[in-house]
């Protein structure tokens, strides 16, 4: 073979091998280290912008003296009913799943809810009160273009309820339930909406995590995660880890600026 038939050759052969390989957009993104997409949005959970040792105030008129306990109780037993739901495929939302655990909490405690008790502690949930810092540091990541969108378990009704309570609603571009997935988080599924309603890429999306649990899914799912350790707890012992950690919104708002 001689010296053109052969450059003829690898010719047509790089020609037939770049039709075939994937265009780049198809191709998956491979961050590079120390580097990141631009950051065009933040999904947040809601205890992340609002306290929720709230409803320990309405707690304390309803049981004096043991709120403290009966909200603890109620907590834990909110999410391992949630998760318990979505594992054996017997979902519903959060606001039914709420007064579930709510039921078990009174009655391990030995209290009687009336059934005017049990309503006014179930809309507690959705009255929380916003932490200091929230509804500044919303308003400069509204001012600077970013898109914004609680990513919570609540029911639509809940979240919508609460926002509104506290006058932020405008602030968001999204209210995002996990009950649009039939799931609750830590479900890939449920972060998927994310990227699903704000129209970005998860990798320019910061996920705002209260809790441990959270920032460790939303890692596994690829978002960018920011743990805001506001109460100061123990990390969780998994394999996945926040990029980074704080206890302000503040240090939330350096971490997407960098």
């Known amino acids: 073979m001689s010296r053109r038939q052969f450059l003829r050759l ?103 809810l009336s059934a005017n008790d049990r309503h006014h502690l179930v809309a507690a949930c959705s009255e929380l009160t916003p932490w200091p810092d929230t509804r500044a540091a919303l308003e400069s990541w509204r001012r600077a273009g970013l898109r914004l969108a609680p990513l919570a378990n609540y029911a639509p009704g809940m979240l919508s309820r609460l926002l509104a309570h506290a006058g932020l609603a405008e602030l968001f571009d999204a209210q995002i339930s996990t009950d649009r997935a039939r799931t609750f988080k830590p479900s890939p599924r449920a972060y998927a909406l994310g990227p699903e309603l704000l129209g970005l890429p998860r990798e320019q999306i910061v996920f705002a995590a209260f809790g441990g649990w959270d920032a460790a899914g939303a890692a596994w799912y690829g978002f960018p995660t920011f743990w805001l350790n506001r109460l100061g707890v123990a990390p969780e012992a998994l394999s996945a880890a926040a990029d980074a950690t704080g206890t302000t919104l503040a240090e939330l708002a350096a971490f997407v600026a960098r």
Not at 18 to 46: S, V
Not at 102 to 108: H, K, N, Q, R, S
């Open 10 to 112: 690898v010719a047509g052969a790089g020609g037939l091998l770049a039709a075939c390989r994937p265009k780049a957009a198809e191709t998956p993104l491979q961050p590079h280290p120390g580097r990141r997409a631009e950051i065009r949005g933040i999904c947040f959970d809601l205890f992340t912008l609002f306290d929720p040792r709230s409803v320990e105030r309405v707690a304390e008129t309803v049981a004096p003296g043991q709120a403290a306990e009966l909200c603890r109780e109620w907590r834990v037993r909110q999410f391992e009913y949630a998760w318990l739901r979505a594992t054996a495929g017997q979902y519903r939302d959060f606001e039914v799943v709420t007064g579930e655990a709510l039921d078990y909490a009174a009655g391990a405690r030995g209290l009687s």
